[in-house]
């Protein structure tokens, strides 16, 4: 999950980075969307799709008519274990898997050839194109790079993602608000686990779901037989009713509830997928079809609107980063400080410090940092030390630049921390130029070159000029600046 977020943050500060406004940004979030939605289909959903097809219902079958001929023969007999399926089913993933390295390979490969060929287009031929459009073109090229190999799989996106532009036009901000809260979401997950472990041994989760399989197994082969169904058909009712089960216990944290409930009910709309392939269509067997996978799909798509009240309430991120939160949302969220004591959680505390700081009620914020220090909490300490420097600090000692190099030494050299607020490492590269600490400054510059803004990259160009790093200087003045 974590390896998740890291490449989600480096691709959203990069579509920030070089997008001139909102509609750029959407551009660029539904290329990355569209591609990453491409690659599930031609890589997990294909495995999922064998492990039901060579494995769960040739299972559910086998059994099924061990029962019935136990049952209606009345004769016990003892075969030797039918390996087949397993054997099959082993095989098929194994030729599935070694397909789609194959496939992925050469796209990687062809990937890296565009990418040369373009980069050599932009220096050479066409020395004015702008990055975003180099981006464009090459996720046009990486679509049709796997056009050619999977041709249906994008036939049945592209036509959809059409429609999608038609009734959400591009420039709205939405696209680029769905990967934010894609990332929003999984730093909550994360966060959740850290603080909130599931402290339930790996043995009891094996147990767990074998007694959930024998039981959805056994449930359906008696549906099967008492009603004429297909085992395709009877598992997916059975498996219907625990899922209903399952999610029943809302009490539960609300974020491993959302979590459960997502995974559910994808993995069950795969199963809805599978399983409508196998029924005979009739106008009847049609409707039913139409309406289980709009009921699917709408359960999806209300999930969605869970994990953006999730985000509201529960996400430090969210009103860390985002700038354009109405302050109607803001207040609604804000807690009285009177409310506020040493037993509020981490999370919430630092939620409520980023609140009074966008409202800029100084000086309720600093008796809410005074409270989350006193509370000895760790993981958002350089966030909140950073919060206290830029509204306190910097303005009563702006002058004493020796004073600030050591308070903000102090406060980047905190490690094992949630965040890592930028702007307080970039204050620090600032300082140690405005002391001509010339060598230390590039060290934070370049570190955190993609959060550059245009006055940043023209201090980063003067300093490689003191320090006669002319090459680097030109680099920084063709690329960046011009």
């Known amino acids: 999950m974590k390896f998740f977020y890291d490449g989600i943050n480096i691709l959203i500060i990069q579509i920030k980075k070089i997008s001139k406004n909102t509609k750029e940004k959407d551009i ?245 997928i599978w399983a409508n392939t196998k029924i005979e269509i009739n106008t009847i067997k049609f409707l039913g079809l139409i309406s289980t996978f709009y009921f699917s799909i709408d359960r999806i798509f209300s999930i969605s609107k869970e994990v953006a009240e999730l985000i509201k309430s529960k996400s430090v991120l969210y009103y860390y980063e985002d700038e354009n939160i109405p302050k109607k949302i803001l207040l609604e969220e804000i807690i009285e400080i009177k409310y506020i004591d040493k037993e509020i959680d981490e999370v919430e505390l630092v939620k409520q410090i980023i609140l009074f700081q966008r409202l800029n009620l100084n000086d309720e914020l600093l008796k809410l940092i005074n409270i989350y220090k006193k509370s000895k909490y760790t993981k958002y300490l350089q966030l909140v030390e950073s919060i206290e420097y830029f509204i306190f600090s910097k303005l009563d000692k702006s002058g004493n630049k020796k004073f600030l190099k050591k308070k903000l030494k102090k406060i980047i050299n905190l490690k094992n921390q949630k965040i890592n607020p930028v702007k307080i490492f970039l204050e620090y590269a600032y300082i140690l130029f405005e002391l001509n600490e010339y060598f230390e400054s590039i060290k934070y510059y370049e570190e955190y070159f993609e959060y550059l803004s245009k006055e940043e990259l023209l201090r980063l160009y003067e300093i490689y000029k003191k320090v006669n790093k002319l090459d680097k200087a030109k680099e920084i003045k063709e690329y960046f600046i011009l």
Not at 44 to 60: A, N, T
């Open 28 to 272: 660029l979030s539904l290329l990355c969307l569209l591609c990453f939605s491409i690659f599930l289909l031609i890589t997990i959903f294909p495995i999922f799709i064998d492990f039901c097809k060579y494995l769960i219902f040739p299972i559910i079958s086998y059994i099924s008519n061990f029962f019935y001929t136990l049952i209606n023969q009345k004769i016990v007999q003892f075969y030797p274990i039918n390996l087949k399926v397993l054997v099959s089913f082993c095989f098929i993933l194994y030729h599935q898997a070694k397909k789609i390295f194959i496939i992925v390979s050469i796209i990687f490969i062809l990937m890296i050839i565009i990418t040369i060929i373009l980069t050599i287009i932009k220096k050479f031929i066409i020395k004015k194109l702008s990055i975003t459009h180099f981006i464009e073109i090459y996720f046009i090229f990486f679509i049709t790079v796997i056009g050619v190999f999977y041709f249906y799989h994008t036939l049945f996106s592209i036509p959809l993602v059409i429609l999608l532009i038609y009734f959400i036009p591009l420039g709205s901000g939405k696209y680029f608000l769905m990967l934010q809260n894609i990332r929003y979401f999984s730093d909550i997950v994360i966060t959740q686990f850290e603080l909130y472990p599931l402290n339930i041994s790996k043995f009891k989760i094996l147990c767990k779901a074998i007694l959930i399989f024998i039981c959805c197994l056994f449930s359906s082969i008696g549906l099967m037989n008492m009603f004429d169904l297909s085992s395709t058909l009877s598992f997916v009712i059975v498996f219907s009713f625990f899922m209903v089960l399952l999610l029943k216990n809302k009490n539960e944290n609300k974020v491993y509830y959302i979590l459960k409930k997502l995974i559910l009910f994808i993995m069950f709309f795969l199963i809805i």
